[in-house]
């Protein structure tokens, strides 16, 4: 789910899509390399409690694919934060998530 078109991001765009999916890259000791993002399923090694920012992924991955112009994703990555937001009552995150979509729209 890396944004297609990264490598032609200047060095601080590429920094700022990389902060706002929070991403991680992990070496250990025999050369490997492990990455990690705030949607992947394996967030727990980095982030135990990721329900609680289930809504703030989905926020971070919808402002990016919004930046990069592919707004029908951005939309659902949106509308999929709403409904985290909503499960685990953190109504804040899902208003701020509406709003984000109102604003896409504009």
Do not use: C
Not at 12 to 28: C, K, P, S, T
Not at 57 to 80: F, P, T, W
Request: net charge neutral; charged share 30%.
């Amino acid at each position: 789910m890396v944004p297609k078109g990264l490598d032609h991001f200047t060095a601080e765009d590429r920094r700022w899509v990389y902060g706002r999916i929070r991403l991680n890259v992990f070496a250990g000791s025999d050369g490997s390399l492990i990455a990690t993002w705030a949607l992947t399923k394996d967030i727990g090694v980095i982030y135990v409690d990721t329900h609680h920012d289930e809504g703030n992924a989905y926020a971070r991955l919808g402002e990016v694919l919004a930046r990069l112009g592919r707004k029908d994703e951005a939309r659902e990555a949106y509308q999929r934060g709403i409904g985290k937001a909503d499960k685990f009552g953190h109504s804040g995150m899902a208003d701020d998530l509406r709003l984000a979509l109102i604003q896409l729209n504009e």
